[in-house]
């Protein structure tokens, strides 16, 4: 999933790739999710964001991606966003891997010259050049999470949104996304917030985030806040 770069407020940073300022949001229920919430993660940063259940990543996600409307506040992006579910099952809609690939690119109308190019080239970025025509069901999980990456890098997304994209991995396929979102993160410039809450992962990252109460209490180095949560 894609969506375009939008909403520059007052007040935040013109250079971060994600800026957020002072967001609001709240469910018609009235139940308050995120106040006074802001964030930066810099272009070419790979940003992760932790929490306790219930604690509003998702819903932060999910204003970013465009799914939710802000209720006050400032959002800044720079570039276009390609999302990551939880579960690829939910994201990947095509029967083959190829198809799945050039779906947004389909429906752009680029030319089919375009299209194939542009699936190649983002099957190599996560080491699926071989899966074009493999069906969507013989894929593991983290072959799918791959497949979901790939459609985001061929829409030619520069910031992409993972919402615990290795919750249903082992962990062998978990160590292998992180390290393939880092590796497109370094090479290729993407900015990446990737949403977890497994602490091991943070040894990937640059920058991590710990929100509670609606805001991020805590930012910056990761082994600072791992060590935090590991003594909490
Ligand atoms: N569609 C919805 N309608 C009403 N409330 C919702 C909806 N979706 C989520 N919530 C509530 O919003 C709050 C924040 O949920 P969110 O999914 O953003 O938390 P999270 O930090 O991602 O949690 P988890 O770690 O369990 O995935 C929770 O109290 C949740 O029950």
Redesign the pocket.
């Known amino acids: 999933m894609a969506s375009s770069a939008s909403s520059l407020g007052a007040g935040e940073q013109a250079t971060a790739a994600i800026a957020v300022n002072d967001l609001g949001f709240s ?1 018609p ?1 009235g ?1 308050t ?1 995120l106040q006074h919430c802001s964030l930066t993660v810099n272009p070419g940063e790979f940003g992760m964001l932790l ?10 996600l999910r204003i970013l991606a465009g799914l939710l409307d802000r209720q006050s506040g400032q959002i800044q992006l720079q570039g276009r966003v390609g999302f990551v579910f939880q579960n690829p099952d939910h994201q990947l809609v095509m029967p083959t891997v190829g198809a799945d690939v050039a779906f947004g690119l389909v429906a752009e109308q680029l030319p089919f010259s375009q299209v194939r190019q542009r699936v190649l080239s983002a099957l190599a970025a996560v080491h699926l050049e071989h899966f074009q025509r493999r069906p969507i069901y013989a894929l593991s999980g983290g072959q799918k999470q791959r497949v979901a990456i790939a459609g985001a890098i061929a829409q030619q997304c520069q910031i992409l949104l993972l919402d ?1 994209p290795t919750a249903l991995l082992d962990p062998d396929s978990q160590i292998a996304l992180v390290k393939q979102v880092q590796e497109l993160v370094k090479t290729r410039g993407l900015t990446a917030l990737w ?1 977890t ?1 497994r602490l091991l992962e943070l040894d990937y990252c640059d920058r991590a985030f710990l ?1 509670a109460g609606g805001h991020v209490i805590e930012q910056g180095d990761p082994q600072r806040i791992k060590q935090k949560l590991l003594g909490a």
Do not use: F
């Open positions: 469910w229920s139940d999710v929490g306790s259940n219930g604690s509003g990543k998702s819903t932060l615990e949403v809450h929100l």
